[in-house]
């Protein structure tokens, strides 16, 4: 069983800063080989993937009818 690294994990439940989001997304040993090309690509990636979870989570979204006032019009 594989232990868990979220950031709510461990003694220190700080999340993890981009830099070392762009490290490991992209398999870097350190802040120093990130390049601009890294961090717009990990921009782009993670703007479209919220992207999609907006439209999912709308399309998922019960829609729950809105009660009529009770002044009498109908």
Known sequence: M???TGPESG????PDSVVQLICRAYGLTDASEITVEHIHRYVTEHRL???RTHQLRDRLRPRIPRQRASGGAA
């Open 49 to 51: 993937t919220d992207q």
């Open 11 to 14: 003694p220190n439940p700080h």
């Open 2 to 4: 594989e232990p868990n």
